[in-house]
């Protein structure tokens, strides 16, 4: 049974990575995720001992970030550039 508080973390960040290296394959679906449930992890720790539903919670917020950064640089890429201003003489 885990006992100290660094052994929790030592298999948290296990876990983590292997939930990296299984949907390493699937980078599209993941993304955002495993940066976030990393984060959330250590929070939900510090926090008060719930280092799971921080990773779970961090994971849903860190794909919806990623998403929507890839949704706002698409945005910007379909935008035609302003055309340039030209001063009157």
Do not use: D, N, W, Y
Not at 2 to 9: A, C, F, G, Q, S
Not at 15 to 41: D, F, M, R, W
Not at 63 to 83: I, T
């Amino acid at each position: 049974m885990l006992r100290t508080p660094t052994v929790k973390v030592k298999a948290i960040a296990a876990s983590l990575l292997g939930v990296a290296l299984l949907v390493g394959s699937h980078t599209t679906q993941a993304k955002g995720c495993i940066k976030g449930a990393a984060v959330g992890a250590l929070a939900g720790h510090v926090a008060g001992h719930h280092a799971v539903v921080g990773a779970a919670a961090g994971c849903a917020i860190g794909h919806h970030m990623a998403k929507k950064k890839e949704r706002e640089q698409r945005h910007e890429q379909s935008q035609p550039a302003p055309a340039p201003r030209t001063v009157p003489s």
